[in-house]
């Protein structure tokens, strides 16, 4: 099993920055592609960024690219958001699968472990 924590959630207003944090442990054998999502209230769960579980080939959701940026250092995930929106309001989790990235990454449901979210609010 792989656990993940996430951090770095708040309040900001529109234009600001947030750097979003997930810790990574557990089995890593359960872990080859990784990546951010996040679901607004009464919206459906919506793929952010991904990116290879060694920190190589992110990939971002059109709606975000050029704002936000996904990395990874060691054991945790990051997620630095720029140039904040209103509509970038929401619970934002971070998740992985077995399957590497080449396959269809931006489907949510093929991820198979979930942390427990941390909310960013725009307004």
């Known amino acids: 099993h792989v656990q993940l924590v996430e951090s770095g959630g708040g309040s900001v207003q529109p234009g600001g920055s947030l750097k979003l944090s997930c810790a990574v442990s557990?089995?890593?054998?359960?872990?080859?592609?990784i990546g951010w999502f996040r679901q607004a209230p009464g919206k459906e769960r919506e793929t952010v960024a991904i990116?290879?579980?060694?920190?190589?080939y992110p990939d971002y959701d059109d709606d975000i690219k050029g704002r936000f940026t996904i990395s990874r250092d060691g054991d945790t995930l990051y997620l630095q958001m720029d140039s904040l929106k209103t509509e970038d309001s929401a619970m934002y989790y971070c998740?992985?699968?077995?399957?590497?990235?080449?396959?269809?990454?931006?489907?949510?449901?093929?991820?198979?472990?979930w942390g427990q979210g941390t909310q960013v609010t725009v307004s």
């Open positions: 557990g089995s890593t054998t359960g872990s080859h592609c």
């Open positions: 990116i290879r579980a060694d920190g190589a």
């Open positions: 998740a992985t699968r077995r399957e590497s990235c080449a396959d269809s990454p931006f489907r949510s449901e093929s991820y198979t472990y």
